[in-house]
């Protein structure tokens, strides 16, 4: 018992309450906002995207997704034209079965829609493989791009 109390004796409790602190302040930050880390929406017109991959980590021949979320901010009926297109002749679009989709979608005014692609790799190597995404609506075009981690298991 003596052990114990002399071992609890040595312990800096001002450093442990600090470090406690310290957490739940990153906690408490990471609660109030969970958008802090999200994807960011892009564009400056009425239509706005953002898009990731999901999962972002896949085998040498593995499959995912890409999610692209477009909204209209606006008033009004949009039509938007979606094409994608992978960098590597190793990522092949499901639906397609070539490097590239292209789909045209309407959405009403203040409607948000979220789309997916699928995605097989067939990579000879690891790395990081890119696919290049453009949203079109009247005269702007939203360009983004994502990547899917590729490794070795």
Do not use: C
């Not at 600090?18 to 017109?45: D, H, N």
Request: net charge positive; glycine share 6%; aromatic share 10%.
């Amino acid at each position: 018992m003596k052990a114990f109390k002399n071992i609890i004796s040595r312990i800096k409790w001002k450093s442990v309450f600090g470090l406690i602190s310290v957490v739940v302040l990153i906690l408490l930050i990471l609660w109030a906002f969970p958008t802090l880390f999200a994807p960011r929406y892009k564009g400056s017109g009425d239509v706005q995207i953002k898009s990731w991959v999901e999962p972002s980590k896949v085998d040498l021949k593995g499959k995912s997704t890409v999610w692209i979320e477009i909204r209209n901010t606006g008033d009004e009926n949009v039509e938007v034209d979606v094409n994608l297109r992978t960098y590597d002749k190793n990522l092949i679009f499901e639906e397609t079965g070539n490097q590239g989709i292209n789909e045209s979608r309407i959405l009403g005014p203040r409607e948000s829609r979220k789309l997916d692609f699928k995605v097989n790799v067939d990579a000879p190597d690891s790395g990081k493989y890119g696919i290049k995404i453009l949203v079109s609506h009247k005269r702007e075009t939203i360009e983004d791009e994502v990547f899917l981690n590729v490794v070795e298991r």
